[in-house]
């Protein structure tokens, strides 16, 4: 590990202050993705700006839903009765990921931005990886990709982001809060988390400075209806092969009136399945239409030789997640 400056910040103001005053400063709150980077040093910042002084971690809800402050950590979210009330989509989400000491750490918006688990780029001794060193090339292109995209991905980058909560998150319609020095600015989670194209090292839309604030959790429609599924290779502590978060609509014929549907383990970000989105409206819920109509939107999946597999995975997660959300399983 290389030696850094720490600067702790008294506010949210100060933070960006101390980060725009050097080009290779970082933030830091809880830690818990950033330590391990620095200690295998992949990351090496000038200096880390800690952030948890900002003031940054209620939670609030209302009528038009919540409000997560970015340094809420994941147990604070998950045990509120507010958050467990409104959305229990996102508590199951929360609850999955890694392990409870470090959900006590981990932060909303940390999780958010923490960066792949593709073995390559976690490799001790540095292998090609255009996420470390751009333009090195992408090793698991030809390499071990069991885990690796099935979805947007291109030949310079084949990695997935390992959130739980942002799968959940998209498929809530979630926003994500930003500032800089030059002002406010909110995007949705497609906007902020960015696929490779010949760019990988640029995984976010943030810009230098620019730090997370809030996530923006729309209410849920009146009567929806909600699941979040893990598949992976053990059941606890382990990031996800596939996940898969619904938010369906169901009308008194037991037959979907709306629907939305985000992977997890597939791509670079959550990956919304819209066409299959679109074609579930009207259908009923079993597992025959419902299948059908969730393929539509694996014809766009590309497989490599090793992760063939999470097409089919990745199908059945989908429908097996639709019906128990719809209260068919």
Known sequence: ???????????????????????????????????????????????????????????????????????????????????????????????????????????????????????????????????????????????????????????????????????????????????????????????LLRLPGDTPDRETALDHAELITAVEVPALPAGSRSCYLKVRERASYEFALVSCAVVLGVDGRKRISQARIALGGVAARPWRLVEAERALVGVELTAVPVRAAVERSFAAAEALPGNAFKVEVGIRTAVRAVLTAGGAR
């Open 1 to 191: 590990m290389r030696d850094f400056d720490y600067v702790r910040a008294t506010g949210s103001d100060h933070a960006i202050e101390a980060l725009a005053a050097r080009p290779g400063a970082r933030p830091v709150a809880g830690g818990t993705d950033l330590l391990t980077l620095l200690k295998d040093g992949i990351e090496a910042p000038e200096a880390l700006v800690d952030i948890t002084g900002t003031g940054l971690g209620a939670v609030e809800h209302g009528p038009d839903g919540l409000t997560l402050g970015a340094l809420a950590t994941l147990s604070r979210v998950a045990a509120d009765p507010a958050v467990r009330a409104s959305h229990p989509l996102l508590v199951q989400a929360v609850e999955s990921a890694a392990s409870p000491q470090l959900r006590n750490m981990a932060t909303i918006g940390g999780n958010l931005l923490q960066r792949t688990r593709c073995p390559y780029f976690r490799a001790e001794t540095a292998l090609p990886c255009n996420r470390r060193t751009p333009g090195s090339g992408c090793s698991a292109v030809d390499g071990e990709h069991r885990a690796a995209a099935i979805f947007g991905w291109t030949g310079h980058c084949v990695a997935t982001h390992p959130s739980d909560p942002a799968v959940a998150l998209s498929a809530a319609d979630a926003r994500v809060r930003v500032r800089s020095a030059g002002g406010e600015r909110t995007l949705a989670l497609d906007e």
